[in-house]
T-cell receptor, first 113, second 114 residues
Framework: EPEVTQTPSHQVTQMGQEVILRCVPI?????FYWYRQILGQKVEFLVS????????KSEIFDDQFSVERPDGSNFTLKIRSTKLEDSAMYFC???????????FGPGTRLLVL | AQSVTQLGSHVSVSEGALVLLRCNYS??????LFWYVQYPNQGLQLLLK??????LVKGINGFEAEFKKSETSFHLTKPSAHMSDAAEYFC????????????FGGGTRVLVKP
C-alpha cells in the first residue's frame, strides 16, 4: 500500500542552524501539507502546497519557514534559523485532491538545543 | 475559525468493554470530519471520515462514528475493545474554504486493560 515517508525520523540541531525536513508523498497525489505537534499540544497546520505554490499557511509559518518540491518526488520543509520553540514532531501529509483524505507520514522529531 | 474539542485526554477501558471517545466541533460551514489514530512511533492513520450522506460512518478495526449536527458532535465508538486498540486518537475537522487544512482536537490516549 502506498505511504508517505519522511526523513530523518529524528533530528537534533543547535539553535540558529538551518534544518531541512524531507517527505516523499504518495506518488499520484497533488496536494501536500506540513503539520507540527509540540510535545503535549495539538497537531497544528503549518502549510498546504499545490501546483508549486503555497495555497494556505498558518500564522506559525513565518519567514523562517519555506517549502519546496525540488523534484517530482520530494517535498521539503526548511527552517532557516531554528529556535528552541521549533522543537516538535513535524508531519507531512498528501492528498489526491483538494478535498480528499490526507495521508500522513510517520513524522520527524526535531529537537533544537 | 474552526475548532475541535476532545473530552478526556486519557481513557482507560477493559478489554471487551465499549470504547467511547467524544469529539465536538465548531464550523461555519458543513464540516468534513475525521478520526485518526496514532500508534506508538507511527504516523497518523485514518480511521474513518464523514463528508456527506449517511451520518453513521464505519471505519477500520471495528470503529464507527456518528455525525450529529444538532449536537455538533462526532463521537467515536467501538463495541468491544481489544488490546491492539491502545493508541492515541485524534478528531479533526477540515476547512474546505482554506486549502483543506485540518484542525485537530487535543487527542485522547486510550489504555486497554486486560
Amino acid at each position: 500500500e502506498p505511504e508517505v515517508t519522511q526523513t530523518p525520523s529524528h533530528q537534533v540541531t543547535q539553535m540558529g542552524q538551518e534544518v531541512i525536513l524531507r517527505c516523499v508523498p504518495i506518488s499520484n497525489h497533488l496536494y501536500f501539507y506540513w503539520y507540527r505537534q509540540i510535545l503535549g499540544q495539538k497537531v497544528e497546520f503549518l502549510v498546504s502546497f499545490y501546483n508549486n505554490e503555497i495555497s494556505e499557511k498558518s500564522e506559525i509559518f513565518d519567514d523562517q519557514f519555506s517549502v519546496e518540491r525540488p523534484d517530482g518526488s520530494n517535498f521539503t520543509l526548511k527552517i532557516r534559523s531554528t529556535k528552541l520553540e521549533d522543537s516538535a514532531m513535524y508531519f507531512c501529509a498528501s492528498s489526491a485532491g483538494s478535498l480528499e483524505t490526507q495521508y500522513f507520514g510517520p513524522g520527524t522529531r526535531l529537537l533544537v538545543l | 475559525a474552526q475548532s475541535v474539542t476532545q473530552l478526556g485526554s486519557h481513557v482507560s477501558v477493559s478489554e471487551g468493554a465499549l470504547v467511547l471517545l467524544r469529539c465536538n466541533y465548531s464550523s461555519s460551514v458543513p464540516p468534513y470530519l475525521f478520526w485518526y489514530v496514532q500508534y506508538p512511533n507511527q504516523g497518523l492513520q485514518l480511521l474513518l471520515k464523514y463528508t456527506t450522506g449517511a451520518t453513521l460512518v464505519k471505519g477500520i478495526n471495528g470503529f464507527e462514528a456518528e455525525f450529529k449536527k444538532s449536537e455538533t458532535s462526532f463521537h467515536l465508538t467501538k463495541p468491544s475493545a481489544h488490546m491492539s486498540d491502545a493508541a492515541e486518537y485524534f478528531c479533526a475537522v477540515s476547512d474546505r474554504a482554506a486549502g483543506n487544512k485540518l484542525t485537530f482536537g487535543g487527542g485522547t490516549r486510550v489504555l486497554v486493560k486486560p
